[in-house]
């Protein structure tokens, strides 16, 4: 993250990316696991990832794992069939959801071509003391206890690239915690920045880019 990304008064205007190594993953899951502390996602709702597939034909066969987040679409479907426009793209190009808007009518799920999304049905970690007493923190919002009959219980949740942590400086969490550095977060918008030089790389690429997307997330095969 660049210092003039950092300095609300710069004129800068980021375009923040998530750059994936493939051959970095090593599938342990660490980006989930972190992801749900930090956001404290409830059961059934995994803001992160990560697919497993099998390449090859027996015996000579591999296995690959492809971290997915949400792609911050810059043309996101998801935000194209919202009927109340709780879905958009916010600050900085990130795709948010306005959870007093949303009326879980989960239009959004369906039209997301990467299953980034999912429904909060209510459900708590009933063994984890304390759990309902903090809200998501995406935003940056206290919201008080969680309880049902209150967002964000009944509207659809999504990764936000951690916007609450970019908001004070800081990396995603599954960035920050990645154990094979196999993902880079910055601006995309600094042709010195890491994730510039990463994504010019010829090994870049973005999923199902024939849908006209244009995803925010960048993979190194």
């Known amino acids: 993250m660049t210092a003039a990304a950092r300095d609300p008064g710069s004129r800068h205007e980021p375009y923040w990316v998530m750059v994936i190594d493939l051959q970095k993953c090593i599938g342990c899951d660490t980006c989930t696991v972190s992801c749900k502390a930090e956001n404290r996602t409830p059961p059934g709702v995994s803001y992160n990832v990560v697919l497993e597939m099998e390449l090859g034909e027996y015996p000579n066969t591999r296995r690959a794992y492809v971290p997915r987040p949400c792609m911050q679409c810059d043309s996101p479907p998801c935000a194209g069939v919202c009927p109340v426009g709780a879905t958009y793209k916010g600050e900085s190009g990130i795709v948010v959801i306005d959870d007093d ?74 960035v920050e915690t990645c154990i094979g550095d196999a993902r880079y977060f910055g601006d995309l918008n600094d042709p010195n920045s890491v994730v510039a030089k990463l994504a010019a790389s010829p090994r870049a690429f973005r999923l199902k880019e024939e849908l006209g997307t244009q995803p925010r997330v960048i993979y190194l095969k």
């Not at 984890?128 to 007493?133: A, C, N, P, R, V």
């Not at 509207?155 to 609450?164: D, E, G, Q």
């Open 101 to 174: 808007r949303c009326i879980g009518c989960r239009y959004c799920i369906a039209a997301c071509p990467y299953g980034a999304r999912s429904f909060d049905f209510g459900e708590n970690y009933d063994e984890m003391l304390g759990y309902t007493e903090v809200q998501a923190p995406e935003y940056g919002v206290d919201r008080g206890p969680r309880r049902r009959g209150e967002t964000p219980i009944g509207t659809v949740r999504k990764c936000t690239f951690c916007l609450h942590r970019i908001h004070r400086g800081e990396e995603p969490a599954c």
